[in-house]
């Protein structure tokens, strides 16, 4: 099976994402922390100015503004954390392809040269 350089290019990107995946999970998990210490710095805001004796209109479109980006940006931490435990190990799929790919080609090697 020949491949094009399209081809050739996919297979040595998945490659490189495979190979960076051990530093990219800790990037992932440390985003999702930095996300959620900003969203419990801004909820802590939020709830303390709605319990404050002085609380005003501006007060509560301040409220209304950032409460939705403070579940936004937990739902997206907590996402990051999901992809990153599901592919802890790697993903799997990606693994199965290189893995078939590499025997395919030492298979393909070994026909064109019995004796090498």
Same mark, same amino acid.
């Given at each position: 099976?020949?491949?094009?350089?399209?081809?050739?290019?996919?297979?040595?990107?998945?490659?490189?994402?495979?190979?960076?995946?051990?530093? /990219?999970?800790?990037?992932? +998990?440390?985003? %999702?922390?930095?996300?959620?210490?900003?969203? !419990?710095?801004? #909820?802590?805001?939020?709830?303390?100015?709605?319990?404050?004796?002085?609380? /005003?209109?501006?007060?509560? +479109?301040?409220? %209304?503004?950032?409460?939705?980006?403070?579940? !936004?940006?937990? #739902?997206?931490?907590?996402?990051?954390?999901?992809?990153?435990?599901?592919?802890?190990?790697?993903?799997?799929?990606?693994?199965?392809?290189?893995?078939?790919?590499?025997?395919?080609?030492?298979?393909?090697?070994?026909?064109?040269?019995?004796?090498?």
């Amino acid at each position: 099976m020949q491949f094009t350089a399209h081809e050739m290019k996919m297979i040595g990107c998945m490659r490189q994402q495979e190979r960076r995946w051990p530093r /990219t999970r800790w990037v992932l +998990l440390g985003t %999702a922390a930095f996300g959620f210490t900003i969203c !419990g710095y801004a #909820a802590y805001f939020l709830i303390r100015t709605i319990n404050s004796p002085t609380f /005003t209109a501006s007060d509560a +479109l301040v409220f %209304a503004f950032l409460w939705p980006e403070t579940l !936004g940006i937990s #739902a997206v931490a907590g996402g990051l954390i999901a992809f990153a435990i599901r592919d802890w190990r790697g993903n799997v799929h990606r693994m199965l392809l290189l893995k078939l790919l590499e025997t395919h080609h030492d298979e393909a090697t070994q026909k064109d040269h019995p004796f090498a």
